[in-house]
């Protein structure tokens, strides 16, 4: 198996064991025990098509499996629940584990690969073990058990079918939208675009998933355990199953930290230089000014008190975690969208988790939702906009699709990672340890002037939070930037 693939399948299984981030039980102190149901207005949903399309929100990997498997109620109901045998059941979590216990993070940046190719091979361990008919209602399964932890299936039924799906859609309700891409984070109130962010995203192999979620609490000062996985000695100081208290350079969390759902948390603890780039292990990050003062926004929205004496005050006590349960959840929409009109202007937005967004049937698409042809686009218009989708279609590590159809991603099951040729048609020995992707290479957006989208689309950021202490509400520039 190739090591890109352990990253990949390792990705979303440390983000729920990863304490960096995900929504793990604490020991907390209540500050606010009202908690009822809010009622929401249903939205369309964003349909851009992607990689995932037929693999919504969570793609099923070996160590998404391993990370199930840490819970000890969920070995007896897998058994139950798929008719499977006890040796099957040990098989599973064998594999599971061998293939999550291969991933040691380091510094590097060097490694190629598919997504679409590490599910493959994913799929392909379990299938070797209990066949593919289910394999298929394993990951049924597992979806869900992740929904019902979400809370929100029938929230997503009801905007599936209560409302026409449409490419940037712009919410009527009160709810947080995230789109990773843009590294954006918006807050709606009654539909108005009241608040933006600029944030940082999950590493291409520990994406953020996509789907609507639900914020209910806001954790203060959280403590993080590191889990029993190989990379956690070799890249931090901590030891595993040992409690790092909050205000700890070790803890990876910061002061505030936001569960929105497995595997993913909205959390602080982030430099501004990591805003508008990758990471986290699958979360939404923030500077701690900024989370401090989103954690004020959401509880806001929720109709939750939480003064500013409040949060200086929990401030002032990095080791005594609170938790603030809000009065009404608030829903938070993360989103993956590469194309997206805004006021006019349609940016173009690298296609960072790869999975083949910027394509000119989904541009077409989009044009279409606000009325607009592509052939109705003067000739200037169309050649820049069809550059640009050429660029953007580039992975974060600035290949784009011609060169990993060329065959440089590996693909195979060799235990290779990268196999680039020499020149002489020899691949290239790589290292057996999968690294992740920490930064972009190349530019991250374009943004064109398309005359007959004049003041339509997707609000432009307000109040936009940049991270670094100034805070300015941003128009897009004209033309193209990076």
């Not at 990876?252 to 909205?266: E, M, N, T, Y």
């Not at 829903?331 to 967004?357: A, F, N, S």
Request: with cysteine; hydrophobic share 35%; glycine share 8%.
């Amino acid at each position: 198996m190739s090591s890109f693939l352990r990253v990949i399948v390792t990705s979303l299984s440390l983000t729920v064991i990863l304490g960096g981030c995900v929504a793990q039980q604490s020991n907390v102190t209540s500050s606010n025990s009202t908690n009822s149901t809010q009622t929401t207005t249903p939205q369309p949903q964003t349909v851009q098509a992607s990689a995932d399309a037929d693999e919504p929100g969570l793609p099923v990997t070996l160590p998404v499996l391993d990370a199930f498997f840490a819970d000890e109620a969920f070995a007896p109901a897998l058994k139950a629940k798929l008719s499977l045998t006890d040796e099957q059941v040990a098989q599973l979590r064998s594999v599971a584990r061998e293939e999550t216990a291969k991933l040691r993070e380091t510094d590097a940046d060097d490694y190629e690969g598919t997504t679409a190719a590490a599910r493959t091979l994913a799929s392909d361990k379990i299938k070797a073990v209990i066949g593919e008919e289910k394999t298929r209602q394993l990951s049924s399964y597992l979806r869900e058990r992740w929904r019902g932890e979400n809370g929100n299936e029938e929230q997503d039924k009801t905007a599936a079918h209560g409302t026409p799906a449409k490419f940037n859609a712009v919410p009527t309700d009160t709810r947080v939208v995230v789109n990773a891409p843009a590294y954006r984070m918006d807050v709606f109130e009654n539909g108005q675009l009241v608040k933006s962010y600029k944030v940082g995203i999950g590493y291409p192999e520990f994406p953020l998933p996509t789907g609507n979620r639900k914020a209910a609490n806001i954790i203060f000062n959280p403590t993080w355990t590191p889990p029993d996985e190989p990379w956690v000695e070799a890249s931090t100081k901590a030891k595993p199953g040992e409690k790092i208290e909050a205000g700890d350079k070790l803890n990876p969390l910061g002061p505030v930290k936001i569960p929105i759902g497995l595997p993913s948390l909205i959390h602080g603890g982030k430099s501004p230089a990591k805003l508008g780039t990758f990471a986290s292990h699958g979360c939404v990050g923030l500077t701690t000014p900024q989370v401090q003062d989103f954690a004020r926004t959401l509880a806001q929205l929720s109709g939750t008190e939480l003064t500013d004496e409040q949060i200086a005050a929990y401030a002032k006590t990095p080791k005594e975690t609170k938790e603030v349960k809000l009065s009404r959840p608030v829903t938070v929409e993360l989103r993956y969208e590469t194309i997206v009109v805004e006021d006019g202007r349609l940016h173009i937005y690298r296609d960072v988790y790869d999975r083949d967004t910027n394509t000119e049937e989904n541009l077409r698409a989009v044009l279409s939702s606000y009325g607009v042809t592509l052939e109705q686009l003067s000739e200037e218009e169309r050649a820049a906009v069809m550059k640009a989708l050429q660029e953007m279609s580039r992975d974060a590590r600035g290949r784009s699709d011609e060169t990993k159809a060329g065959g440089n991603a590996n693909t195979s099951n060799e235990g290779t990672r990268g196999a680039a040729s020499n020149g002489n048609g020899n691949k290239k020995a790589a290292s057996a340890d999968a690294q992740v992707t920490r930064a972009v290479k190349g530019r991250k957006e374009v943004v064109v002037e398309i005359a007959a989208l004049k003041g339509k689309g997707y609000p432009a950021a307000s109040n936009l939070d940049t991270g670094s202490g100034a805070k300015k509400s941003a128009a897009a520039p004209k033309g193209r930037r990076s």
